[in-house]
């Protein structure tokens, strides 16, 4: 089994031939361009996508491989899977060759190779550099083709960056050394996410609602923060791709990816000191500038620095950069337990809106939203340990209120300030039972 740690970039056709000049450039050794075909499988009843796995056949200069990649974890972009690679004589499954152990628990593994059919393949050229970038050995791979299924098909012209030995850190290094040419953009979605969307029929994609943070139970404090990052990221990768295709209201789900990030950084404040995150907020700022401003786009995401802000809250978020800027007592902190400190928060926070909000009416409700947005997020990341539709309900009358300030409604404003500041809490020690 390898560890697979990646890190992906789409590239505008028209940067690639310029793209490929630099790379040339870099201290490694350069392979010329191959024709890679693979075969995606999987059962009518999606048995592999519910276990999170996806399994490929790949074909290259009459050679063939079997892969399976098995349930991971994705932060900003960087990919972190367990994959299992087997050599094959022809391109026929032999799911016998995969470790037992890789399966889940009572799966015969027989009929599952019965079950399975091609559902969607990709095509491409790839050229690589395996070059040496600080203690690390990085393979940068350029991919130029489609994936197809059925009567659907897709242009793939991205660039993936694989750790071949060494260190996550050298790879976030030198991804932020690309990230400063024209014409890349970090990435979020797989060739294999895309072909079985694909295979589905090319479905329009949704929007997708910030969630109430979910965490297990004896969760740290540091572990929250890091979750609470993580989901505002890859919120962002996602609706950008949205607003790339066309839908122009993906556009507001970034602003509100950034807005969770300030939350973020504003709830665990009395923990990390505003130095450890500097850098990181002047970027944020930057960004906020650039769309707040009618603009398309292909005229935001493809410039640097937008690509090196998602890229500097990755490279924090990974490397836990807070951490230097910490004495013993604020990491002891970290190391508590999340629930505790939800409770303490969900009562502070929220008795912070009722303060705010008890006397402002009218046209001063507009001067409160910002503090609003803030607090709701801060609330989204709290609520996770009770009952979730209490929860829920409880979060959307605050939401309602955002949304008619937005509006200019100030009856409908009234109505759900009224609503929101009536309500009783749902969480420990406010006199309410909850999900202990």
């Known amino acids: 089994m390898a560890q697979e740690i990646e890190l992906k970039f789409i590239v505008q056709p028209q ?16 392979s010329e361009p191959r024709k890679l075909s693979n075969i995606y499988y999987e059962t009518q009843d999606n048995y592999l996508r519910r276990h999170d796995a996806g399994l490929r056949i790949r074909g290259v200069d009459g050679r063939y491989e079997m892969t399976i990649k098995t349930a991971g974890h994705v932060v900003g972009g960087l990919h972190q899977r367990p994959e299992y690679n087997v050599a094959l004589d022809a391109p026929v499954l032999a799911l016998d060759k995969f470790p037992a152990e890789i399966w889940p628990q009572g799966c015969d593994v027989a009929e ?3 079950a399975l059919h091609p559902l969607f393949s990709t095509d491409f050229l790839r050229e690589k550099w ?6 690390s050995e990085v393979e940068i791979a350029f991919d130029q083709g489609e994936v197809k299924a059925g009567e659907f ?3 793939i012209h991205e660039l ?7 260190n996550t850190e ?10 400063s040419r024209p ?9 294999a996410a895309r072909g079985y969307h694909l295979a589905k029929g090319n479905p329009e994609r949704p929007h997708q609602a910030l969630p109430i943070m979910q965490l297990p139970l004896k969760s740290s404090v540091e572990k929250g923060l890091e979750t609470a990052l993580d989901i505002a990221l890859n919120h962002w990768l996602y609706h950008e791709e949205l607003w790339v295709r066309g839908d122009q209201k993906a556009k507001n789900e970034i602003i509100e990816s950034i807005g969770l990030i300030r939350a973020t950084l504003v709830l665990f404040g009395g923990i990390i000191p505003r130095k450890a995150s500097t850098h990181l907020r002047d970027m944020l700022t930057h960004t906020e500038s650039d769309l707040a401003l009618d603009v398309s786009a292909e005229s935001v995401v493809w410039e640097t620095r937008f690509t090196q802000t998602k890229l500097a809250l990755t490279q924090w978020l990974v490397t836990r950069g807070w951490r230097p800027f910490l004495d013993e007592k ?16 969900l009562s502070r926070h929220s008795a912070e809106l009722k303060r705010t909000f008890t006397h402002v009416t009218g046209d001063s409700l507009r001067d409160q939203l910002p503090r609003l947005s803030r607090e709701v997020h801060i609330l989204r990341l709290l609520s996770g340990f009770y009952d979730q539709t209490q929860a829920s309900h409880w979060l959307d009358n605050w939401q309602e209120l955002c949304l008619a300030i937005r509006q200019g409604s100030r009856h409908e404003a009234d109505h759900f300030r009224h609503e929101a500041l009536a309500q009783a809490p749902f969480w420990l020690h406010s006199g309410q039972s909850g999900k202990h």
């Open 330 to 345: 604020a990491l002891r902190s970290l190391d508590e337990g999340f629930k505790r400190f939800a409770d303490i928060n």
């Open 112 to 114: 599952l190779e019965k």
């Open 153 to 155: 098909s897709e242009v």
């Open 160 to 166: 993936e960056l694989e750790l071949i030995k060494g």
């Open 130 to 135: 395996v070059v040496t970038h600080g203690d």
């Open 183 to 191: 014409g890349v953009r970090q990435g979020l979605l797989s060739k």
């Open 15 to 30: 940067s690639g031939d310029a793209l490929c000049a630099f790379l040339n450039t870099l201290p490694g050794q350069h």
């Open 170 to 179: 050298d790879v976030l290094s030198l991804a932020g050394v690309l990230a």
